[in-house]
């Protein structure tokens, strides 16, 4: 047995937008890029040396996950063989990417204490409560319905079968669910109670609710082996027992989360490094910073995942963030810019990954109105339901001041509203067009090595349309 210490410092005790902390000193080593390499043997540590417990396992300070133990829903390799050919023998479900993604998320324990697709009790606390009642009467999180959606044609297919195998959109058996529940899938109810509307126009949404069968199968995952995609950037998509485990490793007494969808620009940064100073300052001795851009779906005109993990990569290297004190992982979850409802989310599967600190800004998980010329959801909502929402009691969620471009100071900055004037706000889709433009943007708002990065990105989805478009023949 293990002993586990859990320090909790409660939300309403922090003070983080004092003015009276003073920034550390930081101690530089060399940084070495983590693009396409292992990103648990790429530094040599120089943490103090570790507590070891009497029984030999090495502990932080993290929190325990939902439910009290983490979900692990792989088959061992010596059952592979026999599970493997029971799951051929049955009914099948086809799984769209989204549907991996989700198999991908249950299965390494993101969701925990959930332990396959949602039946139709689950489904509807988590669509009508954002949380799921436990056994004991106690209530974690669970504000997105996760649910795997079948035709009709499948339905008559599996009939009274009670197990059926799961096959993967390139066709490879990639597991089963057992004892089956089937129900009816409401669409127009899950989509406005997800996301507050029923605009035309959602990217999820379009991508994956509206082309669905009309019935939902929920059911317990057994998984054969675990979910690669061979796209050079597995080694990044670390399961939470791994994060845990690499804490563990590093000491951490604090361990800060940091999700985004987008490159980071110096913005980001300054959030990063402001925070782990205060965490200083209220006494910890050695909190790391957990980078995790979200992995799963996500819109088309959204930067794609291997060109924000090479950026990321040269924000390391030019020390805008130091890699000493920096983990960089892949989360696998799907996006749904569901806004309030998803932000909860993002929160709750990083207790289960070990994080007792999580960063939240303007607007997270949010996009713009997809047919008025207006936010979606108020850019304040989303930290204000984080700190309010059952189940996320023990996170310590950390709300910041928004960052812009500060023309005076020629750098990223906290937005002052006595000289607003002084402030350029930069947005993700200004950022973009800058890039597609290769307009510059102003000195200071990103590391000159992430931004190459962008403009190479773009310069070559203009070269692929350029050769994609039919030649003009005149006479």
């Known amino acids: 047995m293990s002993l586990t210490i859990k320090l909790h410092v409660p939300t309403s005790h922090l003070n983080l937008n004092a003015t009276s902390f003073k920034r550390p000193t930081t101690l530089r080593t060399t940084t070495i890029p983590i693009y396409h390499s292992n990103p648990l043997s790429c530094f040599v540590h120089k943490h103090k040396p570790r507590t070891t417990m009497p029984n030999g396992a090495i502990k932080s300070s993290l929190i325990d996950p939902d439910g009290g133990a983490l979900v692990d829903l792989v088959v061992p390799e010596s059952e592979r063989g026999a599970k493997a050919a029971e799951a051929e023998a049955l009914p099948k479900v086809k799984l769209t990417q989204i549907d991996l993604e989700w198999v991908h998320v249950i299965s390494e324990g993101w969701s925990s204490p959930l332990r396959g697709f949602m039946r139709e009790e689950e489904y509807l606390q988590s669509l009508h409560f954002n949380s799921l009642r436990m056994k004991d009467g106690s209530v ?70 509206t082309p669905a069968g009309n019935w939902l199968i929920g059911g317990d995952l057994e998984v054969l082996e675990r979910i690669k995609y061979n796209d050079g950037l597995d080694n990044y998509r670390l399961s939470p027992q791994q994060l845990r485990n690499e804490f563990d490793k590093r000491q951490a007494d604090a361990v800060f989360a940091f999700q985004l969808r987008n490159p980071v620009h110096n913005g980001h940064a300054l959030l990063m490094n402001d925070t782990r100073r205060r965490l200083l300052e209220m006494g910890y001795k050695n909190p790391v910073l957990l980078l995790h851009p979200l992995g799963g779906y996500t819109k088309p005109d959204d930067v794609p995942l291997d060109v924000r993990m090479e950026q990321h990569s040269k924000v390391l290297e030019d020390g805008v963030l130091d890699p000493e004190t920096t983990i960089v992982g892949i989360f696998p979850s799907p996006m749904h810019y569901a806004g309030p409802t998803e932000v909860q989310w993002h929160a709750k599967a990083r207790i289960n990954a070990g994080a007792n600190f999580y960063i939240v800004g303007r607007d997270p998980a949010g996009m713009g109105h997809p047919t008025e010329k207006r936010d979606l959801y108020d850019p304040d909502h989303g930290k204000k339901v984080l700190s309010m929402a059952p189940g996320l009691e023990k996170l310590n969620i950390l709300p910041f001041r928004v960052a812009a471009y500060d023309t005076v100071a020629k750098k990223m900055a906290f937005f002052d509203p006595s000289r607003a004037k002084d402030f350029l706000f930069i947005s993700g889709t200004k950022m973009r067009t800058f890039a597609k433009t ?32 039919p030649a003009v023949l005149s006479t």
């Open 438 to 469: 290769g307009e510059n943007p102003p000195d200071g708002f990103m590391c000159p090595g992430g931004w190459k990065v962008l403009v190479n990105y773009y310069e070559s989805l203009q070269t692929e349309e350029s050769s994609q478009q």
């Open 140 to 209: 974690v999180n669970m504000s997105l319905p996760i649910v795997l959606a079948i035709d009709d044609e499948t339905k008559g297919t599996i009939g009274a079968e009670k197990n059926v195998g799961l096959v993967g959109p390139n066709g490879d058996l990639v597991g089963m669910l057992r004892s089956v529940e089937i129900y009816k899938h409401n669409k127009e109810e899950r989509i406005a109670r997800t996301w507050g509307s029923i605009a035309p126009g959602l990217p999820y949404v379009e991508e994956s609710i």
